[in-house]
C-alpha cells in the first residue's frame, strides 16, 4: 500500500480551509484514503515521522510571516516554531515538500531569505514566466514559457533563498518558485487555486489587508474569467511524482 500524503492547513478560518482542502485533493487527484490532513493552527503543531508518508503539501494562511513576534498571535507563534524545526527534517533529507504562499515564507525564511512586503501582489490573475533551470525541472518539463496563476500576498521572498534554485518568476515578484535540493518545492502563487475558491477566499480575508474591503465584488468579478491549468498541473504532477 502506498503511504499517503501529509496536507497541513495554516487557515483558522473552517470555510476555506475545508475549500483549500477540496482543491488540493481534486486538482491534486488524489483518492480519499491517500491523504492526512492535518489543520495546525487549531490541533496545535503537528508531532509526526516522515517515514510514515509519501510527501507533503502546505497550504496558504492569512498569516503575515514579517511582522514583529510581539504581534503575532500565540497560535501564529507555535505554528511558525514547530515549522522551523519540520523543515530542518525536510531539507535535510530532501523529503518531498510543496508549500504554496504561506508555505513558500516559511520554507524561504528557513533558508535564509528576507521577508517583507517589497514584492507584495494584489488577488487576482497574473503572468509568470520559466526560468532557464525551470524548463528542465520534472514538475514544469513541456510547460509554455509564460503561464497565468492566482495569487495574492503582502510579502514574499525578497531574494532567492541561499542554495535555492529559482524556476519561475515574474517582473511583479522574482521570486514565483523555487526549489531546494531535488524534491523541496515552494510557489508564491497557489498551485491548488481556482475561481471559486478564491472568490470565497476574497470574502472571508476583505478585511485583512490584501485589498480595500469595498472592492471586493470588483476582484471578484476580474478574476471571474481567469483560468489557470498549468498552476494545478504543477500540483498534480508532483502527486504523481512521489505518490
Known amino acids: 500500500m502506498n503511504k499517503p500524503f501529509l496536507i497541513i492547513q495554516l487557515r483558522p478560518e473552517r470555510a476555506v480551509a475545508d475549500n483549500e482542502l477540496e482543491a488540493i485533493v481534486r486538482y491534486g487527484e488524489l483518492g480519499s484514503s491517500e491523504f492526512v490532513r492535518i489543520r495546525a493552527e487549531r490541533d496545535g503543531p503537528p508531532v509526526f515521522d516522515l517515514d510514515d508518508y509519501a510527501a507533503i503539501i502546505v497550504g496558504g494562511s492569512p498569516y503575515d510571516i514579517s511582522k514583529p513576534a510581539s504581534s503575532k498571535s500565540d497560535a501564529q507563534r507555535k505554528v511558525e516554531t514547530a515549522f522551523m524545526r519540520l523543515l530542518d527534517r525536510v531539507v535535510e533529507r530532501d523529503f518531498p515538500f510543496l508549500g504554496a504562499c504561506s508555505g ?3 520554507l524561504g525564511r528557513h533558508c535564509g531569505a528576507r521577508i517583507s512586503g517589497r514584492y507584495a501582489e ?3 490573475g497574473t503572468d509568470v514566466e520559466l526560468t532557464d533551470a525551470g524548463t528542465g525541472d520534472a514538475l514544469l518539463t513541456g510547460f509554455p514559457r509564460r503561464f497565468r496563476v492566482l495569487l495574492g500576498h503582502k510579502e514574499a521572498c525578497d531574494d532567492v533563498p541561499p542554495r535555492a534554485t529559482l524556476l519561475v518568476t515574474s517582473r511583479a515578484c522574482p521570486v514565483q518558485m523555487f526549489r531546494v535540493g531535488d524534491n523541496v518545492y515552494a510557489t508564491q502563487f497557489h498551485p491548488e487555486a481556482d475561481t ?9 480575508y476583505k478585511d485583512h489587508g490584501y485589498f480595500r474591503p469595498e472592492t471586493a465584488d470588483e476582484l471578484k468579478h476580474r478574476i471571474a474569467g481567469e483560468d489557470t491549468p498549468f498552476a494545478r498541473r504543477i500540483l498534480s504532477r508532483f502527486v504523481a511524482r512521489y505518490r
Open 104 to 106: 513558500s515564507g516559511l
Open 122 to 124: 494584489p488577488v487576482g
Open 196 to 204: 471559486s475558491g478564491f472568490a470565497l477566499r476574497i470574502d472571508v
